[in-house]
């Protein structure tokens, strides 16, 4: 299984509203990431966790919460947005943080905060 | 912190045609390379990548070259099809350190 499984696909939400998305990987990976994109740009990097733990915390606000709760799964929980954090969410994964590995993204969650 | 620069940021090129990107890094100390292709409401997709040991690496009708002094590498396609249209990032990470994006060429492919 060389996949990275994101859900939701899309997610519409107010700003008072409170959220998930939830990534998921089998590759026995142990570096997974989350990274915003917004529209023909490049994949921005939010948070990395390595072996369970975060490692890189890229100055994200605090309405964006990471969570770790195994090491094949990763989540984003979200809370009072703004309307600018509409964007694509992207999980990924590699073998591990250290080495320069190969990435593996997900699909993605298209997020609009209303 | 590294720096990576990617140009054009707009490509055409017609059916069969050949197609470049090239990229410029700034940390000497980065030592992998790797390319990224997006279609239009897809993931990212790795389709080669490069480390510092190797000056070239072919797969198909697809080459990235490097050059360490010069502090550049490039994407080169041969025999263009649409399927190749898509956006396409470059990306370079020194040992330990995040993978840095450059800013993305939107390569159109008319037949």
């Known amino acids: 299984d060389t996949e990275v499984t994101q859900t939701p696909k899309h997610l519409v939400m107010g700003m008072t509203n409170k959220k998930s998305l939830k990534c998921e990987q089998h590759?026995?990976?142990?570096?997974m990431y989350w990274y915003k994109q917004k529209a023909k740009k490049p994949p921005e990097l939010m948070f990395v966790?390595?072996?369970?733990?975060?490692?890189i915390n890229e100055s994200v606000p605090s309405r964006f919460s990471p969570e770790c709760p195994n090491s094949s799964l990763l989540n984003l929980h979200l809370h009072a947005l703004q309307p600018e954090d509409s964007a694509l969410y992207l999980c990924?994964?590699?073998?591990?943080?250290?080495?320069?590995?190969?990435?593996?993204f997900g699909s993605g969650t298209q997020l609009s905060v209303l | 912190g590294e720096n990576v620069e990617q140009h054009p940021s707009t490509l055409s090129v017609q059916e069969g045609d050949s197609a470049v990107i090239k990229c410029t890094y700034s940390?000497?100390?980065?030592?992998?390379f790797p390319w990224y292709k997006q279609e239009l409401g897809k993931r990212p997709q790795l389709i080669i990548d490069?480390?510092?040991?190797?000056g070239e690496k072919k797969d198909q009708r697809i080459a990235v070259t490097l050059n360490k002094t010069a502090k550049h590498f490039s994407l080169h396609i041969t025999e263009t099809q649409p399927e190749d249209s898509a956006v396409y990032f470059c990306?370079?990470?020194?040992?330990?350190?995040?993978?840095?994006f450059g800013a993305g060429t939107i390569l159109r492919v008319k037949s």
């Open positions: 940390d000497s100390a980065s030592n992998y």
């Open positions: 966790y390595s072996y369970e733990k975060l490692s």
């Open positions: 990306a370079a990470s020194a040992y330990g350190n995040k993978l840095v």
């Open positions: 990924a994964s590699s073998q591990d943080v250290t080495v320069n590995e190969k990435l593996f």
């Open positions: 590759m026995g990976h142990r570096a």
């Open positions: 490069i480390r510092s040991n190797v």
